[in-house]
């Protein structure tokens, strides 16, 4: 049964910089793509990013890119998202999320439906 694990949340000033860790357990973690999503109050869950199997390849939405940086430890199980210049609106509950991919370089999904595993999630709040 895959396990994930989100820490590193909290709370931070508007600019600041936080780095979440989402460590995997109960799968091969090197033949998993990995992402983060995160979900606001009142709002629907989101895309944030992805990473294929040996971190070859990212995917960002664009609301984050240039600010975020998701990496891999594939010797570690885990699955990081540095987050810097963090503003208001980057608050939210940050869920990690895994899905089998049987291309080791390419696959990085961006929907909700492309992942099957997820973890329980780790709140992020900016303050302004």
């Known amino acids: 049964q895959v396990q994930l694990v989100e820490s590193g949340g909290g709370l931070v000033q508007a600019g600041g910089s936080l780095r979440l860790s989402c460590a995997a357990s109960?799968?091969?973690?090197?033949?998993?793509?990995m992402g983060w999503f995160r979900q606001a109050p009142g709002k629907e869950r989101e895309f944030v990013a992805s990473i294929s199997r040996y971190g070859s390849k990212t995917n960002y939405a664009d609301s984050v890119k240039g600010r975020f940086t998701i990496s891999r430890d594939n010797d570690k199980n885990t699955v990081y998202l540095q987050m810097n210049s963090l503003k208001p609106d980057d608050t939210a509950v940050y869920y990690c999320?895994?899905?089998?991919?049987?291309?080791?370089?390419?696959?990085?999904?961006?929907?909700?439906?492309?992942?099957?595993?997820w973890g329980q999630g780790t709140q992020v709040t900016v303050s302004s």
């Open positions: 109960g799968l091969i973690f090197s033949s998993y793509a």
């Open positions: 999320a895994a899905e089998p991919a049987s291309s080791p370089y390419a696959y990085t999904p961006r929907t909700e439906q492309d992942f099957g595993s």
